[in-house]
């Protein structure tokens, strides 16, 4: 069984006392997956979120080629959590998420996240301030490398490399 002290040294739990942890860990639920497992589809609804306590997935968007393969764009781990987007938009996942090896997880279920606003509007507020912070993370991570990567093509493309043009751009 996955202890107190060990949620707590996660920021998704951060901020939230023992009773508050100690309530929480008794509404989640572990589930375990084998190596090769799609835990989320991208496209599919998801009703809960994932708090990874062993192993690591892996994050594969569809890419807009036309045989449509899945690519990795980022790699979780022990104590990283994902879920969270649909958790708080309620919308299909925007990713697949593929156990690399064998994953274990605690998962709180949308209908659990209410129960916890219902007990503890302060703990409820929490959580999601978690979850938003750690969204923003992940946006800034994400804004980071699309950054990194225009500069490399901006500067390919001025060094008369052959990057593709982009949106509106002229190829000849």
Known sequence: MIGLRFLQSHSLFGGLTDEE?????????EEHFPAGTDICIEGRPNDRLYFICKGTVEILKTSDSPDRECEPIAELGVGDAFGEMEFIDIQPCVATVRAKNEVSALTLAN????????????????????????????LRKMDAAVATSLHARNNESAAGGTAPAGKGESAS
């Open 21 to 29: 942890t100690h309530k929480i860990r008794g509404m989640l639920q």
């Open 111 to 138: 209908r659990r996240l209410y129960e916890i606003y219902k007990w503890n509007v302060k703990t409820y507020a929490i959580l999601v301030m978690n979850m938003a912070r750690e969204i923003s993370r992940r």
